[in-house]
């Protein structure tokens, strides 16, 4: 379509945007959106009017925010990580306080600390613990006390997610991208605000708090070598 043919009057160029002629002693008390039309008969003007939609990609299409383009890429929280000093007395008190249902046991033979999954309806709490007082685990309690250590996300593309971070200048840590069934990144507490997030992207579907998603969890301690499975899943089949 040509420009002359908006300048026709009453012309509508679809079901979104409509052009139509405005008379110029009107178009000098102003409206919204005016354009003037280079081909417009003598005396006249254009006016134009967006309704704007989704695929539109004309004038007044709006342009995808943030949220819409990057952040959708996370699909859901994960679990959410507490670093303790106490682990035992921490579990006693999600379990027997709190009603949480014990998920799996663990422990991590390279970075020396133990841990436990717990299971919150649809939500999944872990604790974790250090005797070692080099581990990362103990410097944290030691400089935060108990708290948040870090949040495990859901991603549904998490090689075009990391790619994306990395060109907006985010360090990662990649060491488990090489893992084909069980990739994750971590994203450091700067850009976690104050917290690391741990992107996952696993390929055999959601570590999530059903027994098919604890059965998941307790297939990667096992096959992990940095890894040792302490007690298998706990939970009930639904």
């Known amino acids: 379509m040509s420009r002359s043919d908006w300048c026709r009057p009453n012309r509508r160029l679809s079901e979104r945007n409509s052009w139509r002629a405005l008379g110029t002693d009107r178009a000098r008390r102003g ?32 342009k995808p925010t943030g949220k819409e383009r990057k952040l959708a890429r996370i699909t859901a929280i994960n679990h959410i990580a507490f670093a303790v000093k106490d682990l035992p007395a921490a579990l006693d008190n999600a379990i027997n306080m709190l009603g949480g249902e014990m998920m799996m046991e663990f422990e991590s033979l390279e970075d020396r600390y133990q841990g436990a999954c717990v ?9 974790i613990s250090s005797n070692d007082p080099d581990s990362f685990i103990s410097k944290y309690v030691e400089r ?11 991603i549904d593309d998490i090689e075009e997610y990391v790619t994306e971070l990395e060109a907006k200048g985010v360090k990662l840590d990649k060491s488990e991208m090489e893992d084909d069934d069980y990739q994750e990144a971590l994203v450091g507490p700067k850009t976690g605000n104050g917290v690391v997030l741990q992107l996952t992207g696993w390929k055999a579907g959601p570590f999530d708090a059903t ?28």
């Open 31 to 62: 409206s919204a959106n005016f354009r003037s039309c280079p081909n417009a008969s003598k005396g006249m003007r254009a006016s134009y009017w967006p309704r704007p939609g989704p695929e539109s990609e004309g004038p007044g299409t709006p």
């Open 119 to 127: 299971r919150f309806g649809v939500s999944i709490m872990s604790f």
């Open 144 to 154: 935060h006390g108990n708290g948040i250590q870090h949040i495990g996300l859901e």
């Open 211 to 238: 027994h098919e998603g604890c059965e998941r969890l307790c297939q990667k301690y096992s096959q992990n070598p940095k890894l040792n499975l302490l007690s298998g899943n706990q939970l009930p089949k639904e």
